[in-house]
């Protein structure tokens, strides 16, 4: 019971917040989507990385084991992603991205945060620092068919973590009147992504059901399995282990939806993906956390 109790502490803020944004358009209410997301993406959340990674204390080993166990599974679940893609005879520009990358801001770090406090946030933040740079490199190469590197390297996401990355490394620290400014602002971020979610879960209309939770369910099955063998194989600390097992196994990210959106794949099939693995997080991300806890 206790158990069941600490799960329900754990997950409820964070589909109550979701469900506030479902609920907000469901009652006809106005929300810009474009601007709310790009206020998240290229200014709260960009604060939360930088601000976590600069008050992070973690040991150098142990960030530096996270970080390539990090690398190897995000790699080893694109391979795995692409090579059942390709058995299956799907659209690899449409299906890779949302096989391969997770929610893991919206849903994954407000999770760390819940169930291992600040320590587990930190360690969330890197998981997702290294997800978030794949994703906007990778994932928009293959989405669109071909990057830029220039590009890559002006998304404040990816500038906010290689700054974070630098300051942590040299153990350099920001003037307190300036930190606390992005700390406040960074602490926008889970609520506007939480609340966003659940706005874009509300205007998505999803299709191909079957395809669609077959791939759910697969798309937890890999990335879990991948990253719980990957972390024993780090010899990663159990709440470190823990943190990337739950990063990897969120369910299909909006951005993959808006991707495939703004460069012509199969927007209508990710959004049914988007939707239904969201869905299914209901059930078993409880279910992952009893396990992981």
């Known amino acids: 019971m206790n158990l069941a109790l600490t799960v329900l502490n754990i997950t409820a803020p964070v589909f109550l917040l979701g469900a506030v944004g479902y609920l907000w358009v469901r009652l006809g209410f106005e929300y810009r989507l474009q601007f709310v997301t790009r206020l998240a993406m290229s200014l709260a959340v960009p604060c939360l990385i930088f601000t976590a990674l600069v008050e992070t204390e973690i040991d150098p080993q142990a960030l530096t084991t996270l970080t390539l166990a990090s690398i190897a599974t995000y790699g080893a679940i694109t391979i795995a992603a692409w090579v059942l893609i390709r058995l299956m005879r799907l659209d690899v520009r449409t299906f890779l991205a949302p096989v391969t990358f997770g929610n893991t801001g919206n849903l994954g770090l407000p999770l760390a945060l819940f169930a291992f406090g600040q320590e587990g946030l930190s360690l969330a933040v890197i998981v997702f620092a290294i997800m978030a740079i794949w994703s906007f490199t990778f994932g ?9 590197l220039i590009r890559v390297i002006q998304e404040p996401l990816v500038a906010a973590t290689l700054a974070g990355a630098l300051f942590l490394w040299q153990g350099w620290s920001v003037p307190m009147p300036l930190f606390n400014a992005m700390d406040l602002i960074g602490q926008m971020a889970i609520p506007l992504m939480l609340i966003t979610l659940g ?18 369910v697969v798309k937890v099955a890999l990335c879990a399995g991948l990253s719980w063998w990957i972390a024993d194989y780090f010899e990663l600390s159990p709440m470190a282990a823990a943190v990337l097992i739950l990063q990897a196994a969120t369910p299909v990210a909006v951005t993959s939806y808006m991707l495939a959106e703004k460069y012509g794949a199969d927007s209508d099939a990710v959004a049914g993906l988007v939707v239904l693995s969201t869905v299914l997080s209901v059930l078993y991300l409880p279910l992952l956390l009893a396990v992981l806890l």
């Open 140 to 148: 928009i190469w293959v989405v669109s068919g071909g990057g830029s």
């Open 199 to 216: 706005v874009a879960v509300a205007r998505l209309k999803p299709q191909k059901f079957v395809l669609g939770v077959f791939l759910s």
